[in-house]
């Protein structure tokens, strides 16, 4: 029986289709068991439930403070036996409630090498700095804004000519690579 997993996203989903086909194509002996989405609207729902992946959404909106919406997360991931929680632009900071039930269990990929401009415009605020390269980190989650332990970083050059946009698309590319690599490589190690 495979482990599950859950993988947490706010928008378009990319990572969350590119780490479903990854698992599905290098038949890793894990399965989503779960995706949690904060927006009632985004398009990963969609996308989860063209592969059959149940969806749990919770709208913080609708509960007291965020002890109360992840208590709700907690319940569900508890009940489908989620081992490990990735998220794929999951757009909150995880509170303690989800942190001290998954410690260590609880991974981020993030576009920009940290602890270098953390937090919500990484690859805005590595291109506006000037850099010559900047890439991507999967890291553990912590209470910190993108300050948990490091698991993995790819460098992803940036070319005198890049754009915004074509360094943003060369990073998201590198992502879409580069978290199902650490995925397999965390199974691979029993991590998982």
Known sequence: MPNKIAVFASGNGTNFVALHQAIIERQLPVV??????DQPTAPVIDKARAANIPILIVDFHDYANKAAAEAIILTALQARQIKLVLLAGYMRIIGPTLLNAYSHKIINIHP??????????GIEDAFDAGVTETGVTIHYIDAGIDTGQIIAQRVVPVAPDDTLASLATRIHDCEHQFYPDVLQTLIN???I
């Open 112 to 121: 920009a090498l940290l602890p270098k401009f953390p937090g919500r415009h």
């Open 189 to 191: 190690e029993g991590a």
């Open 32 to 37: 989503i068991g779960l995706l949690v989405c």
